[in-house]
Every structure is written in structure tokens, then in C-alpha cells.
């Protein structure tokens, strides 16, 4: 029922044109305004010839003698006109209506084709959800990061969470059955964060040693930008720097900062390092 009564009110306000046909000798106006409203020709012709009347008379005013019947047949035309334009505008509201709602679809339609077009293009999501999208790409393209932050709160915790007695004595256990103090020397100290960190760290992807299939599975590479990337990298031998894969490719910047995380360029044998100066003849 909501629905109905807003398509009713819709309805509504875009028949306010009516009134246009109302006004005597300026009838016209409304289906010029139909006409290029919802790109109907043929209501646009239809103003031109409910508009003769109103250039007849004022044609008239110039060169006809008022008291005459010209004058008076003309004023006959534009009454009967005035009178059909009215008729005919209460007619074509319904087409007009189902006209505008498939347009303002239409339109609709593009934009949301170009708002996706865009979004794709660069990695974003426009409208409201913008920040919380960028977000969540943020946490995509960091995913190291965030499990950094929480191996170091797992060790914190633990550290807070142990005893002092645990971290200031050590025991260790006689041939006799005794317990004996360990020395601080021989104590085995706790392995550092960073030393757990990197051993939980995915290994970065190497351009020199990657297949077709693992460079097309890099954001925005595919399957033949990663053939190219392989032929090249066939022909020099190697890639020397992340840089030089990524101008080869031609990819795009956001793209470029998604593969630092995933990838790195470790020096190739076959790679021939580049000798500064020049050569003199004697």
C-alpha cells in the first residue's frame, strides 16, 4: 500500500505540466515541454501546431481589424484549440508517465554501468561505503601487519601472565633426586618476537623463480601479462628490481602496492651485474 501511494504521488508531481495547457493561447507550451522531456518527437510537433493560433493572433493584432471576421475566426481557432489541447494532454499523461519512468531506468542503469566501470578501474567503492571499504582493502593488502601485531600481543600476554617465580628461578634436576639451581649462564632465554615473527611469515614470491601461473594469480598481472613477464625475464635473464617488473607490465599504482607485499626480486645468477665506467683503448 506505501508503495502504491508513493507511485500515485510520483505520478503526481510529474503531471504538473497539465496546468500548462490550461493557460488560454499558451497551451502549447506543455507539449513542447513533454515533447523534450522524454525525447517524443511527435508531441513536440504537436506544440508547433497548437502554437498557430497563438502566432495567428498576435499576427493578426498587427494587420486584422479587430471588429472583422478574420479576426474573428482566428479567436474561434485558437478557443477550439485551447479546448482540444486539453483533452489531448490529460490523454497522454499515462504514456508520459510510463515514458519518464523508463528513462529515469535507463539513466539508472548508466550510471551504475559507470560507477562499476570506475570502481573496478581504480580499486575503490564509491558512495557512503567508501571508508569502510578502503578499509578493508587496507586489511587486504597488509595482511602481515596484522599478524605481527598479534603474535606481539599473544608474547606480551604471556609474559605478563607468568609468574615472577617462573621467570627468576630455574630448576634443574640432580642424578640424586636434589634440585639444584640453574645458572644464569646456562638458562635458555625466550626467543625474541622479531625471531617468531619471521618464522610465521609467508615467504615472499620470487619474480626470477615465479611460473606463468603464480605471476597470473598477482594483482592486476592475469594469465598474459604473466606470459610476457616469463619471456622477458627468458630474454634478460632475470628481473634486476620489483620496478622493473612492474614497468614492463605497464600495471596500475594500486596494483603495484599490492605486489610489494606479495613479491620480491632475489639476484639471478644468469643476471649480469652492470660494470660502472668505460673501457680505454691503449
Known sequence: MTSTKKSALWGFLNSWWILLSFIFLFNWTAFFFVGFKVRHRKWAIW???????F???????????????????????ALLGWISSIIHAFRIRKEYLLRLEALKLINS???????????????????KQAPR??????????PRSTE?????QVYHTEQQQTPAYEKTTEMN???????TDVPE????????????????????????????????????????????????????????????????????????EKIRLLATVKASESVAPQKAGRMVDF
Open 148 to 152: 605481527e601485531r598479534a603474535i606481539r
Open 55 to 77: 502566432i495567428l493572433f498576435f499576427i493578426g493584432l498587427e494587420t486584422l481589424n479587430t471588429d472583422k471576421w478574420p479576426f474573428n475566426m482566428i479567436m474561434i481557432l
Open 185 to 256: 649462564q646456562e638458562r635458555i632465554a625466550p626467543k625474541p618476537a622479531e625471531i617468531v615473527q619471521s618464522s610465521l611469515e609467508e615467504p615472499l614470491l620470487d619474480l626470477n623463480e615465479a611460473t606463468e601461473e603464480e605471476l597470473a594469480q598477482l594483482p592486476g598481472v592475469g594469465l598474459i601479462l604473466a606470459k610476457r613477464a616469463v619471456s622477458e625475464r627468458t630474454k634478460k635473464g632475470g628481473f634486476r628490481s620489483l620496478d622493473e617488473f612492474t614497468e614492463l607490465l605497464n600495471l596500475k599504482p594500486h596494483n603495484i
Open 47 to 53: 506544440g508547433f501546431i497548437y502554437s498557430v493560433p
Open 173 to 179: 634436576v640432580s642424578p640424586k633426586g636434589n634440585l
Open 109 to 127: 542503469n548508466e550510471e551504475r554501468r559507470m560507477r562499476e566501470a570506475i570502481e573496478s578501474e581504480y580499486g575503490v567503492r564509491l558512495g
Open 133 to 142: 571499504t578502503v578499509a578493508k582493502q587496507e586489511t587486504r593488502q597488509t
